[in-house]
C-alpha cells in the first residue's frame, strides 16, 4: 500500500531485482575490494569516490555497486547501456547532470554499463565531463579494459576487478533472499544443503543467477501442508542441464584457450584434456583448438618431437574426414599426445632472434661463395668460386665452411635441448662443431 492508500499488490519484479542492496551493509562479495580497511570501501562510505572502471564477469554484483556509491555520495544517479544508448543519449544524460549540479547543488554518478561496446567516439564524449566534475563516472565492463576502452578513459578511471562470487557468498545470497525478501519469507521453504550446493554450482559465481535459479525452484515447488520442500525432483526440472561457462567473444573464451595451451606446455595431459572439454562443452570449435596444436608443435615441442607436427595435422585432418564425433576424439588423442611429448621452445626462440636479427641489423652481403652464378660474367665476378659441394664432402659435411656472413659468422641461433630427439641434435651439432673447429680451411680474414 503506498502513502495515498492504494494497494498495488505484491513486487512483481524479479527476486533478483528486489534483492538488490542500497548500502555496503548489505553487499556480498569483493572482499579484496570492499572489506571495512580497504580504500575503496572507506572512499564509497564517506561519499568521495572518484571515477572508476569496474571489471567483472555478470552477476558479480557491478550495477549495484554502482547505485551504492551513488546512495553514499548522495549523488542523482544516471544509467545507460552502451547496447541501446547513442550520442544523443550521452548528450542528455550531460546536460542532466550540468542541470542537477547548477540548479540543486547536487552531485551526479553517471553509470555506463557494458562501456565496452561503446565505439571511440562515444567513449570520448565523457572524457571533459569527467574532468571537468560533471560527474562521476563509473563505467561496468565484462571484457578486458586493456583491450576494449581507450586509453584516455582509462587515465582518468581507476580500473576495479570484480571476482566471481565463491560458494559460500552463493550460500549467503541465498539465506539473505529467503530472510529479507517479503515474498519468500511468508512462505515455509525448506531446502537442504545438497540442494543450495547445487544452486551455487549451477550459477558459477553470478549471484543474478543463484537468485533467478532460487525463484524458479520456489515457484516450481509444490506446497504440501503449508510447506515448500525443494528437493532433487524440483531441481531436475530448474537445473535440467549443466550449460558451461563460455564466451566466443568474450575473455572466457581466451582463458579457455590460455589454460588448455599452458596445460600442453606443462606437460599436463589431464589439465590439457580437461580445458579442452570445458571448450567443447560451451560451444567452441574444435578446429580452433586443433590449430592451436599446430602452433604448439613448433612454438612448445619443436625438435624436441618433430612428430607433433604430423600429430596434430592428422588430427585436423581426420575431423574433416569423419566429422565431429570421431573428430573431437582425434584431437583429443592428439591433445595427449603433445601434452606427454617432450618440450623445447629452442625451434621458437631461434627463429624470433633470427628474424630480430634480420630486422635491425645491417643487411650483410650474401658471401661470395654462397651466391649463385648463373651466368659466366657472375663467375669471373667470383659469385659461387670455391663453394664446397657438402656431399662430396666426408660424411656429407664441408668443414671449416661458412654459411653466416663474416660480421656474424659466430652467431648461434639455434640451442638444442637435452629434451627428446634435440638431445641427439645436440650431440650431432657438437661434432660438427669440433669438426669446424679442426678444419684448416679459412674462409673469412678474421677467422
Known sequence: MNNLGFNFGPDVRPLAARMRPTTLDGY????????????????????????????GPPGVGKTTLAQIIANHADAALI???????????????????????????QRTLMFVDEIHRFNKSQQDAFLPHIEDGTFIFVGATTENPSFALNNAILSRARVYVLKSLQESDLYNVIDRALKLDEQLNQKKIIIADNAKKALCQASAGDARKVLNLLEQAVDLTTDKNGTLNIDEHVLSQVLPTHLAKYDKGGDEFYDLISAFHKSVRGSSPDGALYWYARILAGGGDPLYVARRLLAIATEDIGNADPRAMEVALNAWDIFQRVGPKEGERAIAQATLYMASAPKSNAVYMAFNQAKEDAKNKPSYPVPEHLRNAPTSLMKDLGYGAQYRYAHNEEGAFAAGEKYLPSEIQHTQYYVPTERGLEQKIKQKLEYLKARDAQSPVKRYEND
Open 28 to 55: 556480498i562479495g569483493q572482499q579484496h575490494l570492499l572489506s571495512t580497511d580497504k580504500p575503496l570501501h572507506q572512499a564509497i562510505v564517506a561519499g568521495r569516490c572518484h571515477s572508476l572502471i569496474l571489471w
Open 79 to 105: 544509467q545507460l547501456s552502451a547496447v541501446t544508448a547513442g550520442v544523443k543519449d550521452i548528450r542528455d544524460s550531460v546536460i542532466q547532470a550540468q542541470d542537477n549540479l547548477a540548479s540543486r547543488g
